[in-house]
Nanobody, 121 residues
Framework: QVQLVESGGGLVQPGGSLRLSCGSS????????MKWYRQAPGKQRELVAG???????NYADSVKGRFAISRDNPKNTVYLQMNSLKPEDTAVYYC???????????????WGQGTQVTVSS
């Protein structure tokens, strides 16, 4: 069974930095895309950043220039470096992966349990 586990969240002051990590356990044949989403209280879950297996990235406009997504393919791990954090970045951050457990099996999506990021003075 594949599981995604996030870490690295916490409380940080405005202007500070955090680095989120998302590791995956279980068997993977191939992971296509890995992404970070976030959900603030009372708001819908939104895409923060994504990265393909080739390393192509995309970002929400609100985080461009401040956040950087990266991945370690041999470790099936994705990271999110968050700099110049603002109070509006406060949310639960979720890791997402799109992949196959075995060859010739359907692709499936997986979510982590989320990690809280709070930006406050």
């Amino acid at each position: 069974q594949v599981q995604l586990v996030e870490s690295g969240g916490g409380l940080v002051q405005p202007g500070g930095s955090l680095r989120l990590s998302c590791g995956s356990s279980g068997r993977w044949f191939r992971i296509y895309a890995m992404k970070w989403y976030r959900q603030a209280p009372g708001k819908q879950r939104e895409l923060v950043a994504g990265i393909t297996e080739d390393g192509n990235t995309n970002y929400a406009d609100s985080v461009k220039g401040r956040f950087a997504i990266s991945r370690d393919n041999p470790k099936n791990t994705v990271y999110l470096q968050m700099n110049s954090l603002k109070p509006e970045d406060t949310a639960v951050y979720y890791c997402y992966a799109d992949g196959q457990k075995y060859p010739y099996t359907p692709r499936a999506t997986y979510w982590g349990q989320g990690t809280q990021v709070t930006v406050s003075s």
